[in-house]
């Protein structure tokens, strides 16, 4: 199982000459098994977080260890790193010329992970999600409900350690949100770190455990 651990990681972004900072000190712990949610009014610094959990945007200051490494100092081997993570971005991004389909494989091909094992996955998640059918079409061709559960589907289709979810509940109704939460809480049976950014108190609810975000700051962190 993979454990994620900061320890006062700072994350800023530069505007003109100055740097803001998004994400202030934060120290706290992703764990494998169980269901971390990460949740404040927007603005808050929840996507930043994620970004910085899942390798792609480094900390100004403080240590992001994955199992004890310090990933950002692996320097071009955090690759490695990356192919056990998988992402769904708070805007789901796909390549508009591919079909749905196209964009899933080609996303396990960037990855070294496009095989049968995988392609079996991703048609049984799309099948459990309800987009199965949707597959054939291109991604304007679709509502954003239905782009979002694609792209769980992308985030899961190589059997990631680590899954980021950024809003994943976001535009779905009830019923899809219902079947989002059975599917993370069984990734969270197989041991899976699961860690979601969400306002959904639905899914605060499944929650192991909680950050709660504000200003950047974790509120009492
Ligand atoms: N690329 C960026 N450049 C500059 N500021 C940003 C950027 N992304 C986010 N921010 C700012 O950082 C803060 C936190 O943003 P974000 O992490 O997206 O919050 P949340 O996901 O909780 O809504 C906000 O004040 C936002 O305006
Ligand atoms: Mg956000």
């Known amino acids: ?21 998004a994400l202030r ?33 480094p900390p100004a200051s403080g240590t992001i260890k994955y199992n004890n490494i310090d990933v950002y100092s692996l320097g071009s081997r955090i690759r490695e790193v990356r192919r056990s ?26 990855s070294g992970k ?20 949707l597959l054939s079409k291109r991604p304007k061709e679709v509502s954003g409900g239905e782009a979002r559960r ?10 990631p350690s680590l899954i980021t979810l950024d809003e994943p509940t ?20 197989e041991g899976k770190t699961v860690v979601v950014s969400t306002h959904d108190p639905e899914l605060i609810k499944v929650g192991d455990v909680l950050y709660s975000l504000r200003y950047g700051r974790l509120l009492g962190g």
């Open 114 to 133: 496009l095989n049968g094992e995988n392609k079996q996955r991703a048609f049984k998640l799309a099948e459990r999600l309800g987009v199965k059918n």
């Open 25 to 57: 000190e934060f120290s706290g712990k992703f764990e494998g098994g169980k269901i971390t949610v990460v949740f404040g009014p927007s603005g808050a610094g929840k996507t930043t977080l994620l970004r910085a959990l899942s390798t792609l945007l």
């Open 85 to 110: 993570i998988g992402v769904s971005f708070q805007e789901p991004i796909f390549v508009k010329g591919l079909t749905l389909w196209g964009n899933i494989e080609l996303t396990l091909s960037a």
């Open 1 to 21: 199982m993979l454990d994620v651990v900061f320890r006062d990681v700072t994350v800023s972004y530069r505007i003109g000459k100055r740097a803001y900072e």
């Open 150 to 159: 694609v792209s769980l589907v992308r985030a899961l289709a190589h059997n």
């Open 170 to 189: 976001a535009y779905l109704d009830w019923e899809a949100t219902e079947m989002v939460i059975a599917l993370l809480q069984e990734l969270r049976e």
